[in-house]
């Protein structure tokens, strides 16, 4: 099956820092999407992609899908406290959507 | 709006038992799905549903029944639960190819 990876696992960083994650996939997907999860919560959509090259913005949050169709960042700009979580990102095609394992980020005040 | 709802929130089984995942959508959206989450394996998908009546499998299928007799219901079942069947389940519907979760419910199976 599709499988996605997603990096980095953990990032512990600095308020005001920009934060980086990527997920690369050995198939290519018609979707990507990027959740963000809080403890004891289901994931909520962040940022959508339908497009090989689109870009797009949400606040201090950009993410990308890839010209291959095959990888999706995503970036955070001036991080604050309330970035805090774990942040996956997820591929969509013919029904079926798979999961990165996670990046849990870490923000310190 | 209550958007998705799961019930129950936690839930402790003894190996063998059998029970429902509750799950429930006000948002008319024709595609639902289950979700399992296990810690440093992000989501997978259980089984999905893209209409009344119709029901498919996913990733991870096996131990698990579903049914879809109403657009607004998507119950899971375990027939016959195990220790590997302790996780976190969500539900989840979609408009397009935008997911809406649920808030989770945390099965542990002794």
């Known amino acids: 099956g599709q499988q996605l990876n997603q990096s980095p696992q953990s990032m512990f960083i600095q308020e005001g820092e920009d934060v980086s994650m990527n997920c690369t996939s050995s198939s290519i997907f018609n979707t990507w999407l990027w959740y963000k999860q809080d403890p004891g919560e289901g994931p909520v959509l962040l940022i959508a992609?339908?497009?090989?090259?689109e870009l797009t913005s949400n606040g201090r949050l950009t993410a990308q899908f890839g010209i291959t169709r095959k990888d999706s960042f995503l970036n955070i700009s001036a991080s604050i406290p309330s970035d805090v979580g774990i942040y996956f990102c997820a591929g969509y095609f013919n029904n079926d959507m798979r999961f990165g394992a996670g990046t849990r980020l870490t923000v310190k005040p | 709006n209550a958007g998705v709802t799961q019930t129950p929130k936690f839930q402790v089984l003894k190996t063998g038992q059998s029970m429902t995942l509750q799950c429930a959508q006000d948002?008319?959206?024709?595609?639902m799905s289950w979700y399992r989450q296990d810690p440093g394996m992000g989501l997978r998908l259980i089984h999905y549903s893209v209409g009344a009546g119709i029901t498919d499998q996913g990733e991870v299928p096996n131990g698990y029944n579903v049914s879809r007799s109403t657009t607004e219901d998507f119950p899971l079942r375990l027939l016959s639960a195990a220790p590997s069947q302790t996780s976190v389940y969500f539900c989840?519907?979609?408009?397009?190819?935008?997911?809406?979760f649920g808030p989770g419910t945390r099965l542990t199976v002794l």
């Open positions: 948002m008319n959206h024709e595609y």
């Open positions: 992609l339908y497009k090989a090259g």
């Open positions: 989840a519907s979609s408009w397009g190819n935008e997911q809406f």
